[in-house]
């Protein structure tokens, strides 16, 4: 379902794309919220316009509050980080949140890591893990690597080794370093059987995914 959902924003935004800047802004000022996220990512990246961090909160905002989860996330970016707006964690929170409800990767692997953190936001390991979990299976290397962490330390999650190597192993095939190291590392406190297992695990989600 997410697939097409994304196929179909490619599809709809691709059509906002093609129209001139002029006429995707007249869309959005009729509410389109495609076209709002569109005016969004103009300001955002200065493309066709002069960039302006806080006209692209503006229409992200719109956008957001129409229920368009890329706007979300990249609402939920602005807060966290403070682009465009005063930096407020729970206003980013609440907006990556929303997005990472509607399957947004970016938005579970960041919500994740904020709730792992724990310096801005209230640490729930519980909560990180449900959140790094979600992105890990859709393929972020990030998230994979965090909640391969998770595993191995039995922090809000049972603590499970084999698992724990297979996601630090699927996203170093990916070239992700860190996992590599930390996989590596993980083999030191394995069995030889439990690290051809974890491979088995490895090689099955990918052959899944």
Avoid at 144 to 153: F, H, I, K, W
Wanted: charge should be negative; proline fraction near 0%; glycine fraction near 10%.
């Amino acid at each position: 379902m997410l697939k097409v959902i994304s196929l179909l924003c490619v599809f709809f935004i691709g059509d906002a794309w093609a129209d001139s800047l002029e006429q995707t802004k007249v869309k959005a000022e009729r509410g389109n919220s495609v076209a709002q996220f569109s005016m969004g990512l103009a300001y955002n990246s200065g493309d066709g316009v002069v960039q302006d961090y806080k006209e692209a909160e503006k229409w992200y905002r719109l956008a957001a509050e129409q229920g368009f989860a890329s706007a979300q996330y990249r609402l939920g970016l602005f807060y966290t980080t403070g682009i465009g707006v005063i930096q407020d964690y729970k206003e980013g929170v609440k907006w990556l949140r929303l997005a990472a409800e509607q399957g947004v990767s970016g938005a579970q692997s960041l919500l994740g890591a904020l709730f792992v953190g724990g310096e801005r936001v209230a640490q729930d390991y519980k909560e990180a893990a449900k959140w790094l979990r979600l992105s890990a299976e859709q393929g972020d290397s990030s998230a994979q690597m965090s909640l391969g962490a998770l595993l191995g330390l039995g922090k809000g999650v049972v603590k499970n080794q084999e698992e724990a190597h297979m996601w630090f192993n699927i996203a170093a095939a990916k070239g992700h370093e860190k996992s590599k190291e930390m996989r590596d590392y993980m083999e030191t406190q394995m069995s030889k059987e439990d690290i051809s297992k974890a491979q088995d695990m490895a090689r099955e989600w990918v052959e899944n995914h």
